[in-house]
T-cell receptor, first 112, second 112 residues
Framework: DAGVTQSPTHLIKTRGQQVTLRCSPK?????VSWYQQALGQGPQFIFQ???????QRGNFPDRFSGHQFPNYSSELNVNALLLGDSALYLC???????????FGQGTRLTVV | TQLLEQSPQFLSIQEGENLTVYCNSS?????LQWYRQEPGEGPVLLVT?????EVKKLKRLTFQFGDARKDSSLHITAAQPGDTGLYLC????????????FGSGTRLLVRP
């Protein structure tokens, strides 16, 4: 049983560019959340998707957007990249109604 | 705004010693999860505690959820070098989103 998988694992982008990160949830999970983890800090909630809709959003600007597909996989898009967007981006999945969340290995984004 | 304060931030101990990590908040959570994270990787779920006062054991690790479901502790007995890592506590928001609020983490180094 594959766990949560994310792609790519590493990415380098130039300031002002746009990026798309991808996540496949653990089998049987239908809810996907995205987190940003800056160096030396705990993960910060970006948003959550369930039934292909954004259900809750953290304190992140509209440059951060997402999508969930019918197979429950998800994408995180970030437009107009800033140097401060450099971080480890984590995807977590869970079964609706359950609190346990399982994380992928993350995508390390570096903005230069 | 819900916050989780985790202490200590850094702990360096000798192999065989015991240690306790604390996670405190003024907010009530529906559950609390403990994760361990290696550099450059995603957090790995260790345990989920749901009921106030609940105690769970995972080999040499003992996790406790406070009676009021606002705080938690992680106790490691006879620490080993393999326990080295970043330990994160995360409280699940008490609504249907179960959004996770993370502490800033405790970086543990166990010296042989």
């Amino acid at each position: 049983d594959a766990g949560v998988t994310q792609s790519p694992t590493h990415l380098i982008k130039t300031r002002g560019q746009q990026v798309t990160l991808r996540c496949s949830p653990k089998s049987g999970h239908d809810t996907v959340s995205w987190y940003q983890q800056a160096l030396g800090q705990g993960p910060q909630f970006i948003f959550q998707y369930y039934e292909e809709e954004e259900r809750q959003r953290g304190n992140f600007p509209d440059r951060f957007s997402g999508h969930q597909f019918p197979n429950y996989s998800s994408e995180l898009n970030v437009n107009a990249l800033l140097l401060g967007d450099s971080a480890l981006y984590l995807c977590a999945s869970r079964r609706s109604g359950k609190t346990e969340a399982f994380f992928g290995q993350g995508t390390r984004l570096t903005v230069v | 705004t819900q916050l989780l304060e985790q202490s200590p931030q850094f702990l360096s101990i000798q192999e065989g010693e015991n240690l306790t990590v604390y996670c405190n908040s003024s907010s009530v959570f529906s559950s609390l999860q403990w994760y361990r994270q290696e550099p450059g990787e995603g957090p790995v779920l260790l345990v989920t505690v749901v009921t106030g006062g609940e105690v769970k054991k995972l080999k040499r690790l003992t996790f406790q959820f406070g009676d009021a479901r606002k705080d938690s502790s992680l106790h490691i007995t006879a620490a080993q070098p393999g326990d080295t890592g970043l330990y994160l506590c995360a409280g699940a928001q008490p609504d249907s989103s179960y959004k996770l609020i993370f502490g800033s983490g405790t970086r543990l180094l166990v010296r042989p």
